[in-house]
């Protein structure tokens, strides 16, 4: 198994910029891929981003050219930095872990593993 746990989380204005990170542990020579997805109060999970191993990386339209998400496949350790955040991208964010490789990027449903979550809320 795999345990994956998000920090970095917090309280910003509108405008500013955050860094959050994800460490995985255990059987991770299994991980394929790993990804950000966010959710708020009465939405569905949404798709942020994702990084390959071979380092392909997807962004979901509302945060392309905003956030940037990097990784060391060494350390098992994934990041996500968010600027020029908006009041709109308050939400529990969630990283994820996936041991297929090919297809779904996008799809919660692919991904294998899940982190506790953390929280980020973007004052007006």
């Known amino acids: 198994q795999v345990q994956l746990v998000e920090s970095g989380g917090g309280l910003v204005q509108a405008g500013d910029s955050l860094r959050l990170s994800c460490a995985a542990s255990?059987?991770?020579?299994?991980?394929?891929?790993m990804g950000w997805f966010r959710q708020s109060p009465g939405k569905e999970r949404e798709f942020v981003a994702a990084r390959r191993t071979d380092y392909i990386t997807y962004y979901s339209d509302s945060v392309k050219g905003r956030f940037t998400i990097s990784g060391d496949n060494a350390k098992n350790t994934v990041y996500l930095e968010m600027n020029s955040l908006k009041p709109e991208d308050t939400a529990v964010y969630y990283c994820?872990?996936?041991?297929?490789?090919?297809?779904?990027?996008?799809?919660?449903?692919?991904?294998?593993?899940w982190g506790q979550g953390t929280q980020v809320t973007v004052s007006s």
């Open positions: 255990g059987r991770t020579l299994s991980i394929y891929g």
């Open positions: 994820a872990a996936r041991s297929t490789r090919l297809y779904g990027w996008n799809d919660p449903s692919k991904y294998d593993y």
